[in-house]
């Protein structure tokens, strides 16, 4: 049974960082795509950042240069370490393998 545990998420002041995690488990994770999408309220889900299995890595170009993804395949976890937040991030954040699998996301607040 594919799991998917997202953390880490939080209020923070523009400007400020968190690192979110999603920690995996019921598959061979090392051999997945993973992703990070978030859904801010009226808006459609979208992409953040993705994870190959090989390590090659894809980004929304509103948080290029801010945000890194990146994984250990030794603890079967994704992490999101955002830097730079700006208002416009407040949002859910969710893990996906595969986009076939999704975690029930961590929300992320953006404000002074």
């Known amino acids: 049974q594919v799991q998917l545990v997202e953390s880490g998420g939080g209020l923070v002041q523009p400007g400020g960082s968190l690192r979110l995690s999603c920690a995996a488990s019921?598959?061979?994770?090392?051999?997945?795509?993973m992703s990070w999408y978030r859904q801010a309220p009226g808006k459609q889900r979208e992409l953040v950042a993705g994870?190959?299995?090989?390590?090659?890595?894809n980004y929304a170009d509103s948080v290029k240069g801010r945000f890194t993804i990146s994984r250990d395949n030794a603890k079967n976890t994704v992490y999101l370490q955002m830097d730079s937040l700006k208002p416009d991030d407040t949002a859910v954040y969710y893990c996906?393998?595969?986009?076939?699998?999704w975690g029930r996301g961590t929300q992320v607040t953006v404000s002074s």
């Open positions: 996906s393998r595969n986009l076939d699998s």
């Open positions: 994870v190959t299995s090989g390590g090659n890595t």
């Open positions: 019921g598959f061979t994770f090392s051999r997945y795509y």
